[in-house]
């Protein structure tokens, strides 16, 4: 017992934590003229701007075509990868969120409540985890981000029971107090082992660091750690 408890000490200290029109007088010596050239001002401003919107619309279609696209492929390669982290995998992975972030919608992610929910993790890099899936003693990880304040990780066991841990979490913020956006700090509270008839068992808080979610979307979250390590999730 005392080396399984060990393990997952192991496990809990390295847990993921887990953006008028120009106007011109009309003068009564020149009414005609001046409404004329008003009206081809408006004209001409509303062209330019239908064109502008045109662009952008263009722009943001094009965007959102490239997003699904590494989407899918990353999607892929998590599934296909799931559980394993080797050189040339994670190359492949770190090649995708290379392309996907500057594409991020959502500018301040460590503030936006898109963070704030139940996620189910696709791939990691972290050998703890995936541990627990090359071995068959788990086939899910999960994670909930609430309230902004509470984080909580739990890998459910294929037999019963479950390991978990729960944290707080709150933006970083520098040294004027701002935040930048980009990264949470966490801090590990608790943590509970359920292994079914052998009971189940409290650890003390153990752990903590920080996440830069580098891409936030309404189903998709990338994470790099402060172990430097990934953390790829699906929202459910």
């Given amino acids: 017992m005392s080396v399984l408890v060990n393990l997952f000490l192991v496990l809990l200290a390295s847990m993921p934590a887990v953006s008028c029109f120009s106007s011109s007088s009309l003068h009564s010596s020149n009414c ?3 409404i004329s050239t008003t009206t081809t001002q408006l004209y001409s401003s509303s062209f330019n701007l239908n064109f502008l919107d045109s662009l952008f619309s263009s722009n943001n279609n094009s965007n959102k075509s490239q997003i699904q696209q590494l989407k ?3 999607y892929t390669t998590c599934q296909s990868s799931y559980g394993i982290s ?5 190359t492949s992975i770190e090649s995708l969120i290379s392309q996907l972030q500057p594409l991020n919608p ?3 992610p460590s503030t936006s409540k898109l963070l704030q929910r139940k996620w189910i993790v696709l791939w990691t890099s972290e050998k703890e985890i995936n541990f627990f899936l090359e071995k068959g003693i788990s086939t899910r990880i999960e994670q909930r981000l609430s309230d902004g304040k509470v984080l909580e990780n739990w890998i459910p066991f294929v037999r019963g029971g479950g390991f978990g841990v729960t944290g707080s979490i709150q933006p970083a913020v520098n040294d004027s107090g701002s935040s930048d956006g ?5 801090k590990f509270q608790k943590a509970e082992l359920d292994i079914g008839k052998w009971g189940t068992y409290n650890f003390p808080p ?3 660091g920080w996440f830069d979610t580098v891409y936030l979307d309404e189903e998709l979250r990338i994470d790099l750690n402060s172990r430097n390590d990934i953390l790829i999730c699906r929202g459910e």
């Avoid at 980009?182 to 966490?186: A, G, N, Q, Y």
């Fill in 32 to 34: 005609y003229t001046s």
């Fill in 106 to 108: 959502t500018p301040y």
């Fill in 182 to 186: 980009l990264r949470t700090e966490f």
């Fill in 72 to 74: 899918t492929q990353l």
């Fill in 86 to 90: 080797t050189p040339p995998i994670r």
């Fill in 206 to 208: 153990l752990g903590e």
